[in-house]
């Protein structure tokens, strides 16, 4: 980055679009994690109905927790990467120096990871709904909390790898520190179906999302910006 | 724009999506996000017979009946304003008595008949000797059961 | 050095409070049991049953009370970079851990008899097992770095992360319908239990505090002497290294 480029770009757009873009090209030469973390949400929900059986019934019963526990996994999958492979190859340091605040690096980082992994299993989820005959009236909902959610836990899965950054087995450990985080994500994520299908409606659910997102938004990359700084010491 | 005021646009963004977040959850809340539902809110909303739902509420007096041959039993779980009947056939936990709270898990019959798959007993959060609740009862300052 | 400074006026003061930290613990569980187990009345509704609170709730408070005491001890480590702090944090996270473990532990046990179930998956229940998690997840990250700095400065974030967790399991039993009653002692208006039962409750919370004090300082100066222990094989290993060549 030239110094000629930074005062034209005083709110760091620029630079914001500049880590994000390549994070995205990234993704799309080495084609690996984030794309293995789409296959594997769409293998892991196919085998369920192969393994328990293809009953009806009981699959859209436990079609939407499935889907979510899916995501979660599948959004792990991919995290581990995040920053570490930044780390070994030395470029993080060079990121951190930037005049972008480390914070909004990380959640260009962050939105770039969601774009190749959380995004693209909202948009597949409707055929997964189909496959274990979700109502069709609630696949719409399915993908609406998916697209509430998965942002959620991508944010809140950047702590965890800026926390793990350099560490042994990093990626079993990541696994023990984010899921507990997780929790939340999931209960209303899937509740949000069950209390669509019981009557009292998704609403509260929803809502409850939206804060949980809405709050992980600034606090999520501070606190993965605050374990960076620490992990480059 | 200095670093400093960029820092403040970011800390104000912050502040006011944490405070989106607060007022979302604060009107979440109002809503219903419940373990359980009560007889008056089953009866406000239209739930299909065969949905598995949670209905709690207090064990009527004397709407207990035991059928003499099986384990099954039948009471009434009431919220004071509206009542459902239910039907249960199992062990019951020791705190399941008339006048106590409980949680049943099951499914609503057509017949408006709750057909229970288990029966939790929820108990409040006061405890005491027996004999101050005799002589609290017999003073008239507190109802057996009138918690929850 | 300054290092080593505060350490040493610590290992002092802590000889000191010991042997007082242990009778408290030791007196306080006496007394305490004999009124838990013997002197105070049963429940008029769970009868004996009830006796499970008289360990179930110190644990359960203690389990919250260790989680606070980390997220602060974190903090002054992370802030002011003292090692202390640090290791203060670290030697309290698995007796949380265990306290988080009773609780749940003797929770399924009063469960069973009075709700009928051993576990269910209402607000309270849940939000304490994510805490349990997070002490685990805390104590391995400790363990995943092989610079101790770093280590600290990662597991203390993850503390601080975690503190959003304190609030639900408290405020869960208000917020939310569930299963577990709400708080008896800690409430607005007054505890609701027979002044009979508090006193034995009181009696047991004091002794899981000092129980907490006594083990904390004990694994406190444990590391302290690990740290050490590692500082002179070290210098030895180098001395004898610098003697070869």
New interface residues.
Partial sequence: MRTGRRRRDPLGVRAFGTVLARDLRLARRQGGDAGLAVLFFILGTVLVPLGIGPEGALLSRIGAGLLWVMALLAALLSLDRLFQSDWEDGSLDLIVLSPLPLSMTVLAKVTAHWLVTGLPMTLVSPVLAVLLNIPPDQIGLVALTLLLGTPTLSLIGSVGAALTVGARRGGVLLTLLILPLYIPVLIFGAGSVDAAVAGPGAKSHLLMMTAMLLAALPLCPWAAAAALRHALD | MTRKRRRLYMVAAGVTMLGIAAALVLNAFQDNLVFFFSPSELAAREITAGQRIRVGGLVEEGSIERQADSHTVRFTVTDTARSVRVVYSGMLPDLFREGQGVVVQGSLGPDGVFSAEEVLAKHDENYMPPEVADALQKAGHWQKGGGT | MHRFANPSRFLRLSAAILPWSTAACVCLLVVGLYFALVAS??????SE??RI?YVHVPAAWMAMGTYAFLALASATGLIWKHPLADLTAKAAAPIGASFTFIALATGALWGQ?????WW?W??RL?SVL?LL??Y??YM??WN???DE??AA??AA??A???IVNLPIIKFSVE?????H????VL?IGGP???P??LLPLLLMAGAFLFYFVTILLLRIRLELAGRKLRTVQFNRARASLRGTT
């Fill in positions: 009345p049963p429940d008029y509704q769970q049953t009830v609170m008899p009075t709700w009928g179930t269910v209402d607000a849940t994510i998690f997070l685990l997840g391995a990250l995943a770095f092989d700095t770093r400065r990662a974030i993850l601080l992360v975690g917020w939310w319908n569930t299963l009653q709400p708080a008896s409430r609701t239990i027979d009979s039962m």
